[in-house]
């Protein structure tokens, strides 16, 4: 797993997603997260064709919660937060164009 002990807004890199699980551990109060651009997912995975998805998990231990912010090329779709208190959210990354995703979290 990744964790992420940082307690201030940030950008998920693809590097952090790429053990399929992303842990919040520093976070004392609601943060922006903002998911990585759909350009950097497409080099972090260059062989997705459009349709083509993959999932990861994250989840907060600290007091805080996440709220997903999207970027460039990446439209959100489901929950926009991840609560505290351990909670797991399943995040399903979809490739919809050439340079396009969907993050879907449950």
Do not use: E
């Amino acid at each position: 797993p990744t964790l992420i002990a940082t307690d201030a807004a940030l950008t998920l890199t693809t590097a952090q997603m790429a053990g399929g699980l992303v842990v919040f551990t520093g976070l004392t109060v609601a943060r922006a997260i903002t998911v990585p651009t759909a350009a950097q997912i497409t080099a972090a995975c260059p062989d997705m064709d459009v349709g083509d998805s993959f999932s990861i998990l994250a989840s907060v231990t600290g007091a805080g919660s996440v709220t997903w912010t999207a970027n460039t090329g990446v439209t959100l779709a489901g929950r926009a937060t991840l609560p505290a208190a351990g909670l797991l959210q399943v995040i399903a990354v979809t490739k919809t164009g050439a340079n396009t995703y969907t993050w879907t979290a449950s």
